[in-house]
């Protein structure tokens, strides 16, 4: 073991130059080489008694009496720092979405739940709190719990790789059961988005009926600019990039005549590629809702199910495949990888043309002159029955059927059966 308080010499400008303040050089235990740690203190007495507490608080962490130095300081802090920390270092490798938008989100979450669980000091995050917290959310969707529980163990795995803290406070908790309840979205028809249209502001209109008759995703129409749309007749369509894109690939969607005309109106005189088309941002859920009563459109209908901003994605789809779109073009449009997305999540089947469709059909080709025949003859035998009388021959070809026996002759069973009855058995 090496303990001992030195001043350190340096060769500057070829001579030696002893330090001002002292510095302990040490090796405890099995330590590959000796280390120096600076006191910052030029008396020697001092110096010796920074070592010796030194000393004192590395034992003590050694035996598991005493946290590390880096945990202590860091329950000094508030969470909000380590949140600004944690922030900061996403930035520096590139994690922080597109454009800080994923920064943007993570800082919200995390501070609703310091402000929200009472996590003023690192020492207060425990998995109760969370758990009471999480309870109290009935109006937010399993979904969306489970993202902010991921949120803040991502959190706190980051404290625990910078050292600073010991373990995950809310590594017990578990996710709710995403299959239980789930927010259950529906199509808006044609005519209440009519409705909405007419009852928005005229540069929140363009967003709606963009994500209505295109299926573009929220974060997509944010960060779509000029230069992603073309606005040339039968060649119109919009450019998903694949930076903006959830699945990162590209993709471009045609556009209706309609949503070329108006976006046409709705672009700046002197509008640069560069720019983003809702300069003003795009209208969120909350003003969506507010929108929506203004129309006199329910947010939530009578079953549960909510019109909320990624409903008008369930529109779009919806759109296509009651106006004839095949499901192969529609998953296309929607840009799925799975079609049963296409066919089963993203449509709404109460909307489908289902009555209209069936009565679309036009009869049941020869079977309905099979049973035009069949009620014909039906009717001319019964008359001719009726005029030959109970033991009369009907002339004329009997309809049969399968062996060819006639429909209007009675059967040999039957008429064994009239003979019993005539003739009964004498009793025994």
């Known amino acids: 073991m090496i303990f001992s308080v030195i001043k350190r010499m ?39 008694q920074k070592a010796i507490d030194f000393r004192r608080e590395f034992e003590a962490e050694k035996a598991g009496l005493l946290p590390p130095r880096s945990i202590r300081e860091a329950e000094e802090k508030t969470v909000g720092s380590h949140v600004k920390d944690y922030l900061a270092d996403l930035k ?13 989100q993570v800082r919200n979450r995390l501070q609703r739940m310091i402000r929200e669980c009472g996590w003023t000091s690192l020492g207060k995050i425990t998995s109760d709190s969370f758990t009471h917290w999480r309870a109290g959310l009935q109006s937010m969707s399993f979904r969306t719990k489970n993202h902010y529980l991921a949120e ?23 996710k709710v059961d995403q299959t239980v309840a789930t927010r259950v979205r529906r199509a808006l028809t044609d005519e209440e988005l009519g409705r909405l249209f007419r009852h928005s502001p005229h540069y929140r209109r363009v967003p709606y009926l963009m994500s209505a008759r295109t299926g573009l995703r929220y974060g997509e129409l944010s960060e779509l600019q000029w230069g992603d749309i073309v606005l040339d007749g039968e060649r119109s369509h919009v450019l998903v990039r694949a930076s903006i894109s959830k699945n990162k690939k590209e993709a471009r ?33 909350v003003t969506l809702r507010k929108d929506l009563e203004a129309a006199g459109i329910p947010y939530v209908d009578e079953s549960g199910r909510y019109a909320d901003f990624h409903a008008l994605r369930y529109t779009f789809n919806t759109w296509l495949q009651t106006n004839g779109v095949a499901p192969r073009m529609a998953q296309e449009l929607m840009r799925h990888s799975d079609r049963r997305l296409t066919d089963k999540l993203y449509l709404d089947t ?3 043309p289902l009555q209209e469709s069936m009565r679309a059909i036009d009869g049941l080709g020869e079977w309905t002159q099979i049973l035009t025949q069949i009620s014909g003859e039906t009717g001319q035998m019964a008359s001719r029955v009726g005029e ?32 019993r009855d005539s003739n009964p058995r004498p009793p025994a």
């Open 10 to 48: 340096r060769n500057v400008s070829g001579c030696t130059v002893r330090s001002k303040n002292y510095y302990l050089r040490y090796r405890f235990d099995a330590m590959p080489a000796p280390k120096l740690k600076a006191l910052e203190v030029s008396c020697k007495d001092v110096a010796w």
């Open 152 to 174: 803040a163990k991502t959190f706190l795995n980051w404290m625990i790789l910078q050292g600073r803290l010991a373990a995950n406070p809310l590594i017990s908790v578990s």
């Open 253 to 285: 969607i045609p556009l209706i005549s309609e949503l070329e005309r108006l976006l046409a109106d709705f672009k700046p005189d002197g509008a640069k590629a560069s720019d983003r088309v809702f300069a003003d941002g795009v209208p969120r859920c």
């Open 388 to 419: 030959a009388g109970e033991e009369g021959e009907v002339p004329g070809s009997p309809l049969t059927v399968g062996s060819g026996r006639s429909l209007t002759q009675p059967d040999e069973r039957l008429r064994w059966r009239d003979r």
């Open 350 to 352: 109460s909307l489908l």
């Open 92 to 104: 520096a490798r590139g994690r922080d979405g597109r454009k800080g938008k994923g920064a943007k």
